[in-house]
């Protein structure tokens, strides 16, 4: 799961010499909370934010009047207030790296750039829930069950040979592992519908081998 194939290629940019008040139009028509700023070259310098942008603002108790503000924000450029040399990726990253740069930073995007440093595109939280989505396959429904199993080699076969003896088509396995028990971990599986004998007899075969967590029909 690479950063090319989910990033937005549309990719809204600045220049530095942009002023605050274009650049706050700018990410409030797209809809946008971070802003990439560019040379001439299209090569990625820095980025601007909105709360970059409410931090340079005046404050409500300026004394300044209503055309000294205006003056004064159309003056103040993006280059002055954004992030210089800020993170990135290459789009042969993957997704999980940018997940998890993402967390780690607290924010909701990344620029994308190509080898040569020009932004080829941004990924951004939306992204990130579009390939969730996709990889547990929930769009396609059927059933979701939930199992806590161990982690010792082989914990997963019983698992699937029981739905392979019940013919069940497997849409997604995801595992997740518990940090406090090493020894644990909790295994989300998707499988297309059953007949409802099958799909009983194939629910009492599994709580007889493993925890049942949840079992859902989408």
């Given amino acids: 799961m690479l950063v090319g ?22 990410m409030r028509d797209r809809k946008i909370r971070r802003l990439p ?7 990625l310098i820095g980025i601007v934010s909105e709360r970059d942008l409410k931090a340079a603002s005046p404050s409500d108790a300026t004394s300044l009047d209503m055309y000294e503000l205006t003056y004064l924000l159309s003056e ?14 290459r789009p042969t990253d993957t997704v999980e790296r940018a997940a998890l740069i993402m967390r780690d930073l607290k924010i909701g995007s990344l620029p994308v750039v190509d080898a040569a440093g020009k932004v080829v595109g941004i990924i951004t939280d939306t992204d990130i829930f579009r390939l969730l989505v996709s990889i547990t396959g929930i769009d396609q429904g059927g059933i979701q ?20 003896g019940h013919e069940a088509r497997i849409i997604s396995i995801l595992s997740s592992y518990d940090q406090a028990d090493p020894s644990r971990r909790d295994v989300s599986i998707r499988i297309q519908g059953l007949p409802e004998t099958r799909e009983r007899e194939l629910h009492t075969l599994l709580e007889k081998n493993c925890q049942v967590l949840s079992w859902t029909r989408d």
């Fill in 5 to 26: 194939d989910w990033m937005s290629q549309n990719v809204v940019t600045a220049t530095g010499d942009v002023s605050m008040i274009k650049a706050g139009r700018m």
């Fill in 37 to 43: 700023v560019v040379d001439k070259d299209g090569k």
């Fill in 76 to 89: 103040m450029k993006v280059k002055n207030i954004m992030t210089a040399s800020p993170r990135f990726l």
């Fill in 145 to 164: 069950i939930g199992l806590r199993l161990g982690t010792a080699e082989g914990s997963l076969k019983p698992v699937l040979d029981a739905l392979r």
